[in-house]
T-cell receptor, first 113, second 113 residues
Framework: DAGITQSPRHKVTETGTPVTLRCHQT?????MYWYRQDPGHGLRLIHY???????DKGEVSDGYSVSRSKTEDFLLTLESATSSQTSVYFC????????????FGPGTRLTVT | TQLLEQSPQFLSIQEGENLTVYCNSS?????LQWYRQEPGEGPVLLVT?????EVKKLKRLTFQFGDARKDSSLHITAAQPGDTGLYLC?????????????FGQGTTLQVKP
């Protein structure tokens, strides 16, 4: 258990509204990641962070922004949600010094109507 | 572009049968991980392989990394209903320590009693 929580766990929102998802970790890990999971696509990286205020884009970053003002919190924001952003969102951390192994939170199921 | 191809995508077998899941790519990976995911939860790390030709065993599960570090396989011996779930392979590319992973589409395994 890497001490990762995500909130909210479920959210339904309307097209065009802003949405922020929160990932919280309790073990001071430097690297944090946001993924989305859709049928037939596995997990795709949206954004990641390698330290406070240090973030970079992943392969599906359009329409998403992130912020990390504290080590323990990594926020994912959909500025104006669209139906194509309906998905399950996972946060993950990487243990320092490992070969890339990541540990995942429980996920947030987001539905954009 | 899907850099990691998993096959098969779906597998339904009887308890006691053996099975193999494949993860193939034309790209070289510095390491490769296998994860297992149950409905409503985040992926859980099973194993990491780093060296070409490496074989790791986890009880009835055998993982192999290809000699050229472009492919991997997961073999389950005498499958049990508790093995049911989504199996994901993920590869890390490059020598950097960002931990960015490329995931396969996943293999959904159902083991019937």
């Amino acid at each position: 258990d890497a001490g990762i929580t995500q909130s909210p766990r479920h959210k339904v929102t309307e097209t065009g509204t802003p949405v922020t998802l929160r990932c919280h970790q309790t073990e001071n890990h430097r690297y944090m990641y946001w993924y989305r999971q859709d049928p037939g696509h596995g997990l795709r990286l949206i954004h990641y962070s390698y330290g406070v205020k240090d973030t970079d884009k992943g392969e599906v970053s359009d329409g998403y922004s992130v912020s990390r003002s504290k080590t323990e919190d990594f926020l994912l924001t959909l500025e104006s949600a669209t139906s194509s952003q309906t998905s399950v969102y996972f946060c993950a951390i990487k243990m320092t010094g490992t070969a890339g192994e990541q540990y995942f939170g429980p996920g947030t199921r987001l539905t954009v109507t | 572009t899907q850099l990691l191809e998993q096959s098969p995508q779906f597998l339904s077998i009887q308890e006691g049968e053996n099975l193999t899941v494949y993860c193939n790519s034309s790209s070289v990976f510095s390491s490769l991980q296998w994860y297992r995911q149950e409905p409503g939860e985040g992926p859980v790390l099973l194993v990491t392989v780093v060296t070409g030709g490496e074989v790791k065993k986890l009880k009835r599960l055998t993982f192999q990394f290809g000699d050229a570090r472009k492919d991997s396989s997961l073999h389950i011996t005498a499958a049990q209903p508790g093995d049911t779930g989504l199996y994901l392979c993920a590869g890390a590319r490059g020598s950097g320590n960002t931990g960015k992973l490329i995931f396969g589409q996943g293999t959904t395994l159902q083991v019937k009693p």
